[in-house]
């Protein structure tokens, strides 16, 4: 009686509870050769029952939802799902699942380059040279269809700011043959040493050649003046050794009347950087009156201004580009006299008389 009167005073105080658990489905005995590439659903919710004071300690992790891959071969799969309580007293009393879809791949290993790809740039004045990387190749292992995407091993390093020759360990990642990193795949080693060169930069002093488009109709560009007419710049020495002038960016002068003086910057080539910042000025005059014979950007060496309050009757523009005076008037050729056909600067064929 005793017994009976424990039992019912137990129960009343701890009666039976159900209680809805989100739970990890967890895939075991991957066969050799092989490796998991997709699983659906990676959760589920698990109904348990027993006790309400054993229910309601359970954890997630105290019930396994497991499903054995045992004898799979690669390809897709549906695999049956078992729900495994830990704890005594608690039983499963639904699954919202009892299913799970999986892709096996097979298991593959390569060897590839491993390529360093800086980040940043140096401080001013200094450049970086070709870096070094142990190792050179790395392994990547990983399912087959993955693998087939993945080009080379990329280091990153930051030299942002530095002066001096660095060596960092580096992370190793997989990529494919446009950079973008690959997941599902392990590297080995997962890091790498890489040693980068930084030494002063080489410079060269040299001139700033305008880039001026083409004017309005009715108007021809009279000068172009650029401030600084030089500048300083670093860079690659090879690079440098071809470099005797740098260009602006292009200027629009599609709307120009007057003179005006434009911002802007130059164009360098690939490698090459200013030692100096500073603001490059370029002061461009159109005037009216002219027709332009071609087209072309004028260039600071090449232009000439024409003082104000004197006509000048001829304007070079820059490049090329020629600026011709109108023409004068029509002229009344000698009665008598025939007009030749060649220029006037080409002189007259003689021809020798006929004979009888």
């Known amino acids: 009686m005793a017994i009976v009167l424990w039992g019912f005073v137990t129960i009343a105080e701890n009666p039976p509870e159900t209680r809805e658990v989100q739970v990890q489905v967890l895939l075991v005995n991957i066969p050799d050769g092989l490796m998991l590439l997709r699983k659906s659903p990676d959760t589920a919710r698990i109904t348990v029952r027993g006790l309400r004071r054993i229910v309601r300690e359970i954890k997630p992790g105290e019930i396994q939802l497991?499903?054995?891959?045992?004898g799979l071969s690669a390809g897709e799969h549906k695999v049956s799902?078992?729900?495994?309580?830990?704890?005594?007293?608690?039983?499963?009393?639904?699954m919202?699942?009892?299913?799970?879809?999986?892709?096996?791949?097979?298991?593959t290993e390569v060897v590839l380059p491993v390529v360093v790809k800086t980040k940043g740039r140096p401080a001013e004045g200094?450049?970086?040279?070709?870096?070094?990387?142990?190792?050179?190749?790395?392994k990547v292992r990983g399912p087959d269809s993955l693998l087939a995407d993945v080009h080379h091993i990329v280091a990153h390093v930051d030299v942002s700011g530095t002066s001096s020759s660095m060596e960092v360990n580096a992370q190793l990642r997989a990529v494919n043959e446009r950079g973008e990193a690959r997941g599902g795949i392990r590297v080995d080693p997962v890091e790498g040493t890489v040693t980068i060169p930084v030494t002063k930069a080489?410079?060269?002093?040299?001139?700033?050649?305008?880039?001026v488009g083409s004017p309005p109709e009715g108007f021809y560009v009279a000068a172009v003046r650029v401030e600084p007419p030089?500048?300083?710049?670093?860079?690659?020495a090879a690079v440098l050794e071809r470099l005797a002038r740098v260009p602006t960016k292009r200027i629009n002068i599609s709307d120009l009347r007057g003179t005006r003086t434009y911002t802007t910057e130059v164009d360098l080539p690939t490698g090459i950087r200013p030692v100096t910042s500073g603001t490059i000025t370029v002061t461009v005059t159109v005037a009216p009156g002219r027709t332009r014979t071609n087209t072309g950007e004028p260039s600071a060496e090449?232009?000439?201004?024409?003082?104000?309050?004197?006509?000048?009757?001829?304007?070079?523009?820059?490049e090329g580009p020629t600026v011709t005076p109108a023409p004068p008037g029509p002229r009344t050729a000698p009665r008598g006299s025939e007009t030749p056909s060649a220029p006037p600067?080409?002189?007259?064929?003689?021809?020798?008389?006929?004979?009888?």
């Open 66 to 70: 497991l499903g054995d891959l045992s």
């Open 81 to 94: 799902l078992v729900a495994e309580p830990s704890r005594v007293g608690v039983d499963v009393v639904n």
């Open 96 to 107: 919202s699942i009892r299913e799970a879809q999986v892709t096996l791949d097979k298991l």
């Open 126 to 138: 200094y450049v970086i040279s070709s870096p070094q990387v142990r190792p050179a190749e790395a």
């Open 202 to 211: 080489p410079s060269r002093t040299v001139r700033i050649e305008p880039r």
């Open 230 to 236: 030089e500048v300083t710049v670093s860079g690659e």
């Open 302 to 318: 090449t232009v000439t201004e024409t003082p104000a309050n004197e006509e000048d009757d001829s304007a070079t523009e820059t």
């Open 345 to 356: 600067s080409t002189p007259a064929r003689r021809v020798p008389p006929q004979s009888p």
